[in-house]
T-cell receptor, first 113, second 114 residues
Framework: EAQVTQNPRYLITVTGKKLTVTCSQN?????MSWYRQDPGLGLRQIYY???????DKGDVPEGYKVSRKEKRNFPLILESPSPNQTSLYFC????????????FGSGTRLTVV | AQSVTQLGSHVSVSEGALVLLRCNYS??????LFWYVQYPNQGLQLLLK??????LVKGINGFEAEFKKSETSFHLTKPSAHMSDAAEYFC????????????FGTGTRLTIIP
């Protein structure tokens, strides 16, 4: 089944403890992106990648890192999480070509205490 | 810069009534426009998209949207609401200049009244 898989689905952590949220897609998509969803703010783009080793900042990149060493994987790294990073995170991927829409993962609900 | 405004964070309609969810965008270049739906505890699913060509776009589950350049709008409609349409709906815009910034609106929660 064609899909974007995120892990974990739920995570509670403490301030300052490094964590990684994994994202993998099996559709050979070039583009991948991370979003966070907060009530009243919609979805905001954190980082995106247009291909292996090509990444760029979205609208809210502070406090996050990404890497794209393989086409299928696009992990999101929080080096020192803070409570304001408590949110619902989505990974998404799409084929190249402006007409294509993103396929989203099921989300990761992160709580930082 | 691009932006999206969705009028009405909550919309309620009766089952069988017309659904109209409003979306206005701002973009300095021709945009690609999308509507996504999010059911509770799920990710986002693409409903429909406008890229080029026909301005009336049909999507899944009986939804359609019309791109009106003069009004910078891309409103989502469905002639007859069904209980299963209850969800949150997001409008999004991306420019076609090769950047990958997909900008979402703040969402509209649709409630269907039996």
């Amino acid at each position: 089944e064609a899909q974007v898989t995120q892990n974990p689905r739920y995570l509670i952590t403490v301030t300052g403890k490094k964590l990684t949220v994994t994202c993998s897609q099996n559709m050979n998509h070039e583009y991948m992106s991370w979003y966070r969803q907060d009530p009243g703010l919609g979805l905001r783009q954190i980082y995106y990648s247009m291909n292996v080793e090509v990444t760029d900042k979205g609208d809210v990149p502070e406090g996050y890192k990404v890497s794209r060493k393989e086409k299928r994987n696009f992990p999101l790294i929080l080096e020192s999480p803070s409570p304001n990073q408590t949110s619902l995170y989505f990974c998404a991927s799409r084929l190249t070509g402006g007409q294509t829409g993103y396929t989203f993962g099921s989300g990761t609900r992160l709580t930082v205490v | 810069a691009q932006s999206v405004t969705q009028l009405g964070s909550h919309v309620s309609v009766s089952e069988g009534a017309l659904v109209l969810l409003r979306c206005n965008y701002s973009s300095s270049v021709p945009p690609y426009l999308f509507w996504y739906v999010q059911y509770p505890n799920q990710g986002l699913q693409l409903l429909l998209k406008y890229t080029t060509g026909a301005t009336l776009v049909k999507g899944i589950n009986g939804f359609e949207a019309e791109f009106k350049k003069s009004e910078t709008s891309f409103h989502l409609t469905k002639p007859s609401a069904h209980m299963s349409d209850a969800a949150e709906y997001f409008c999004a815009v991306r420019t076609n200049f090769g950047n990958e910034k997909l900008t979402f609106g703040t969402g509209t929660r649709l409630t269907i009244i039996p």
